[in-house]
């Protein structure tokens, strides 16, 4: 087991030892220690440039979304005894520990679904406090949000850049909510900028986690991103909230139901292997503990039901979405080359959505013929996976498949059997265009 030990003053944490990660909340590690980790750092200044005050049990939840992302990031899964499963102890004081502690196994439950490791908190007193709003007249340039109504995940993938272009279409006026890393914010400021012409009613929240391990280098599975991009969101409807007085305010999470759902293409891809940072299971988890506690979110997922390709087709604004595709990412890989693989999963997947969407981009992909990834032993798994999965459906229950990948609810089963096939049918349409089916 690896225990990590937070608090946002360094006084307070211990010594660092072979299985005690000490980790400072929202600020660097200084220069008088050089056994600390920290995360955070940037997040306070964009909070208080909301302009309005943050509930404690919303800045709670972003101090517990923290923890988990350092323990994600700093804790490497090839040390575990199965060489995945992570046990993690998490100590965290939080501003207002009452309120957390019916809700620990709640917590815990749903990390071990989305990541797949062993969870267990120790909530303590003496948390971060909601940080005072910066004023107007304090100089500091603050998020606009007066007449916003909601709030929307804007990673600068094609599924976010579709559900922002939707809701502003349908004269909604959201926050866009980013998690601003290094070469993601370029892409979602190029989309960003390409709404300013044509819409005026929205603004933009960015945040940086910036989590830094003092030492050796990060653990790259990511299994719970999910939740920091939840947790910024909610801080952003805090902040709409306050100014709209909605009672709750409605948080979108745009992802295609064929990814959300994200089904293990071959049997050897069950339980973890495949993510379920959308999974329709953690979102409920995450929509109950908002509720439990206070939080004023409504998550929605709109295109729960719709593949990819039909989120291009049905697109509101489908020649807007023409001009700005090629700023779009959708690659797990594409970070350290700058470049897009243009053969992992979401990469063939997104191809696949365009190709049946009739929309064509301009994108110089790693492998731009799909079929010369065949050749490469050590890059063809997805493509192999995806091939599989296009045969398998012809043998295979859709309803067994895709409860594979988690619990599902029963009035809406036939409807993810659906969204499940049909996601396949658009991969088969592209493979077999590209002469590799």
């Known amino acids: 087991m690896t225990q990590l030990v ?4 360094l006084q307070l944490l211990p010594a660092a030892e072979e299985d005690l990660l000490p980790v400072r909340l929202y600020g660097l590690s200084g220069q008088e220690r050089g056994d600390l980790s920290y995360i955070g750092n940037p997040i306070i200044d964009k909070v208080r440039r909301l302009g309005v005050p943050i509930a404690s049990q919303v800045m709670d939840f972003l101090t517990i979304a923290m923890a988990v992302t350092a323990a994600d990031t700093f ?7 199965d060489g995945w499963t992570r046990q993690l102890r998490i100590q965290l004081p939080l501003h207002n520990p009452a309120l ?48 916003l109504d909601s709030v929307c995940l804007f990673s600068g993938g094609l599924d976010s850049a579709i559900g922002a272009i939707d809701l502003l279409e349908e004269g909604r006026a959201p926050l866009l909510v980013s998690h601003a890393y290094k070469g993601d914010k370029a892409h979602q400021d190029q989309i960003a900028q390409a709404f300013t012409g044509g819409y005026s009613r929205y603004s933009r929240f960015e945040v940086n ?59 050897r891809r069950i339980g973890t292997l495949s993510t379920r940072t959308t999974h329709p299971y953690f979102i409920k988890s995450i929509q109950r503990i908002f509720e439990a506690a206070s939080i004023p979110c409504e998550i929605i997922n709109p295109y729960q039901f719709r593949t990819k390709g039909q989120m291009v087709s049905e697109c509101k604004n489908r020649s807007l979405l023409a001009d700005i595709v090629g700023s779009t990412v959708s690659c797990s890989h594409w970070k350290r080359p700058n470049e897009q693989c243009g053969i992992c ?5 997104r191809r696949s959505a365009l190709h049946s969407g009739r929309i064509s981009e301009n994108v110089n992909y790693r492998f731009n013929e799909i079929s010369d990834v065949l050749n490469e032993t050590d890059r063809r798994d997805d493509l192999l996976a995806l091939q599989i999965a296009v045969e ?19 009035e809406d089963f036939q409807n993810f059997q659906e969204v499940f096939l049909n996601g396949l049918n658009e991969v088969a349409a592209l493979l ?5 089916l």
């Open 392 to 410: 398998r459906k012809l043998t295979c229950k859709p309803g067994a498949w895709i409860l594979n990948s988690g619990p599902l609810p029963a």
């Open 100 to 147: 957390w502690l019916p809700l620990k196994k709640d917590l815990e439950s749903a990390l071990h679904f989305l990541s797949g490791d062993m969870w267990d908190f120790e909530f303590q007193d003496g948390g971060y406090a909601p940080p005072e709003p910066y004023r107007k007249r304090d100089r500091f340039k603050l998020v606009e949000l007066e007449g």
């Open 432 to 436: 077999k265009a590209k002469g590799v």
């Open 209 to 267: 986690a910036d989590p830094h391990l003092y030492a050796g280098v990060t653990d790259i599975t990511m299994r719970t991103r999910s939740l920091n991009f939840l947790a910024f969101a909610a801080v952003g409807a805090c902040a709409v909230q306050a100014v709209s007085q909605q009672e709750k305010v409605q948080l979108y999470v745009p992802e295609n139901g064929f990814i959300s759902l994200n089904a293990p293409l071959t049997p």
């Open 6 to 9: 937070f608090h946002h003053n």
């Open 75 to 81: 804790v490497h899964r090839d040390k575990s005894d």
């Open 345 to 349: 999963v979401p990469c063939l997947i």
